[in-house]
Structure formats: C-alpha cells, structure tokens
C-alpha cells in the first residue's frame, strides 16, 4: 500500500470515528458463555472511536485463546492463523477466508491512537497493547509487507509466573539483590525474554523496598505497587523514545530501571552509565549469546569510542541470561533452556581487552559462581527426556560441547 493510500484511508477512519453515527464502544461480544460471529466479511469491519477493539478481532482473539495459542497472525493472502506450541494452525472460525491487502490494518485502525497512526504512516511500522474484556492483554505489533499490511498479536498472560513455572533456575532471583549493575536478558524474538524481566520485577515488587521504574514499548505486564513502588512508562504514549525516557528515569530517584530494548546507541550509552553510577538496569538484546551479546553492545558505538565502551561495559555488567525456547519432546509445547554469565574477574578483564571469544570458556569454568553454558543446560533437558537429542543439536553453538556432556 502506497504512502498517499494509506494516508487516505487513515483520513477516512478517522472521518468515521468521529462522526454522529459513529459505533458506540463495544466489548460485550466477549463476554463468557457467549460465542462471537465472527467470518465471512473482514473487509466490512466496524469502525469504532480509538483504545476500541473491532468485533471480529476480538472473536479471533477469543478463538486464540480458548485454545491456547500464544500468537495470532494476519498476514495477507492467509486465512488468520495462531500459534499453538510453537506450530501455526488456522483460526477455525475464520471460514478458510485469506485476508485481503488492508484487512490487518482495518482489523486494528480502531484500536490506533492518533499519534501511532502517524508513526505507522510514516515509519511502516508500530507496536502497541490492547486489552479486550476478560480475554486480557496483547502486545501487537502492526507493520506493512509485501502486499498490503499484517499484524502479530501476542498473548499477554494475566498473571506473572514465577521463574520455576517457566522452567528458568531460581538462582536468577539473586541477580536483583544487587543494587547496582547491568543484567541483560537475550534471546530471539518471541523467547520469552519480557516474560522473563516481568518474573524478575515482580520478586522486586514482593520481597524488598524499592522504586522500580519500567520503560516499555508497549507495556506488557502490569505490576501493581507491592513492598515497592513500581511506576510503568510506555514509549510512544508517556515519552518519545527510550533514550528519552530513560535520561528522565535517572531524575526521578528509581533504584531500579527496566529497558525493554537496547536497540539504539544512545538507550545504551544511558543504560550503561545509569548501571554504573548506582541504578540496577534490567535489559534486553535481541542475541543468541553470550560473546554476541558483548560484540553488540561495542559495535554499535563509533570506533573511537568502543574502547572507553568495553571498560565502561566490564565495570558496569552484572550478569547475562541468554534463552530460547525448543519443542517438547511429547509435542506438548516448549521449554527454555538457558545460558547465564557471571561477570566475575576474569569475564571483566575479558570485556576489557575486547577477547569476547574467551567468553564461552569463562562459561564452562564458572560453575561454581553459578554459570551455565547454552549446552549445560540442553545437555540436562536432553536426560530429563523433556527434549530430544537431534532438538538440542540443531540449538547447540557448540555441538562438541554437547556431544561431550551427553556421553
């Protein structure tokens, strides 16, 4: 879709969410007990006033999750369709009917705020949450494709599950007693890294007294003021950008900062010196490892300065906790496994001089500071039975490390 067409047809939703005969907000087709009418016609969907949700979206949000899938997809030319432990399938109720060029974009146009309609019209890209009836939240994130435009949604859960419940070692809790430092959470998207902060924020929450402050795009989990207080900024709606909204973090007195996403030079700088100068920071990183997680983080600084970068880095990291998420082995969804770095002496004096690659080997010696390597932990899920073997190779970064561990 063009840039002049969108535009247009933005005008023309807007023109009808504001008009007297605009539709008044409708959630009650979500209600329990009730089952939505859902296809043939997505091209006809209504159009409400903004922070609504449009009818047959919220009825294949129902579907998504009466069945328990973790993402809904609407991708043009494809009958909708949902993830159910890790393996797409169509929305049975969508009729086999594939979606037209602009059927992801009419789908969430009434759920767009102003100021997001721009940024999609303009950037071809934007994320936000919704939150339909009893259903609860999703994170979508509406983009445009080749042949028209198409939406992920995800599942929010309604409630943040402790660490054991995601199958992650409860030794990370420890990583938030320190009141200062970086913990990086990396991992593709989709492995679960948000859920993973979320789990983290919520021991903050419950068992010490601190001022959390959460910067999101969008917000995903909710935490309601605990034994501390903890204040949730949405990038887009409460600040401009991250770095933005950060620099104002570091004035309003937190001891703890959340970055939903280092993805630019500038969030990172004041990651690092808000870690450095007395804040626990807890991010994200969208990497597989430990020695990419490193290289990441330089790299995105000038050559000059990556020098000053790495000593900055090496005083500032407190820990890396890289995931990803491999099938069950009964089919019955997945499980994470995981690689967790220290930064004891020696990973400094590794960050410092720029040897990244020696991080790994830090790994494999660092049992005792609590280390894992990527391979330990396949390694353990591959004799629990919970994963195959030919799963745990093909996620291996190391398959002679592997091959070792499983003899």
Do not use: W
């Amino acid at each position: 879709m063009e840039t002049d067409e969108l535009n247009r047809l933005i005008r023309s939703l807007n023109a009808a969410g504001e008009g007297p005969g605009a539709e008044p907000p409708i959630l009650e087709h979500v209600r329990e007990g009730e089952q939505p009418n859902v296809f043939p016609g997505l091209a006809a969907t209504s159009l409400l006033a903004d922070g609504d949700v449009a009818p047959r979206l919220a009825a294949l949000l129902t579907e998504t999750v009466r069945r328990g899938g973790t993402d809904l997809l609407l991708v043009p030319r494809s009958e909708p369709v949902l993830r159910l432990h890790g393996v797409l399938e169509p929305v049975a109720s969508a009729g086999g009917e594939a979606l037209g060029p602009s059927d992801a974009f009419e789908l969430l146009a009434p759920s767009l705020s102003a100021d997001r309609r721009r940024r999609f019209a303009e950037g071809g890209a934007v994320d936000l949450s919704l939150r339909v009836g009893t259903l609860g939240r999703f994170r979508v994130n509406l983009h445009r494709t080749r042949g028209g435009t198409a939406a992920a949604v995800r599942v929010l859960p309604k409630r943040i599950p402790p660490l054991t419940e995601l199958g992650l070692p409860e030794s990370l809790y420890d990583l938030t007693k320190a009141a200062r430092g970086l913990v990086l959470v990396t991992g593709a998207t989709g492995s679960g890294k948000t859920t993973t902060l979320a789990a983290l924020v919520d021991r903050i929450n419950r068992t010490s007294r601190r001022h959390v402050v959460t910067i999101e795009d969008p917000v995903e989990y909710e935490h309601a003021h605990g034994t501390s207080i903890v204040e949730q900024v949405e990038v887009g709606v409460d600040a401009p950008t991250f770095a933005a909204a950060l620099v104002a973090a570091l004035r309003q007195d937190p001891d703890v900062i959340l970055v939903g996403e280092m993805r630019d030079l500038e969030t990172t700088r004041a990651a690092l010196t808000a870690a450095e100068t007395g804040h626990l920071v807890l991010a994200t990183l969208h990497t597989n490892d430990v020695p990419q997680t490193a290289n990441r983080i330089t790299d995105i600084f000038p050559a000059e300065q990556q020098a000053t970068v790495r000593q900055q880095l090496s005083l500032a990291l407190s820990a890396v906790v890289c995931q990803q998420l491999v099938p069950r082995a009964d089919g019955k969804g997945r499980v994470v496994a995981t690689e967790v770095l220290v930064a004891t002496d020696g990973v400094r004096a590794h960050l410092r001089k720029g040897t990244f690659h020696q991080l790994h080997t830090e790994l494999t010696l660092g049992r005792r500071f609590g280390m894992m390597t990527m391979e330990d932990s396949l390694a353990r899920l591959v004799k629990a039975g919970t994963i195959s073997e030919a799963e745990a190779r093909l996620r291996a970064g190391h398959p002679d490390d592997l091959a070792a561990l499983l003899r």
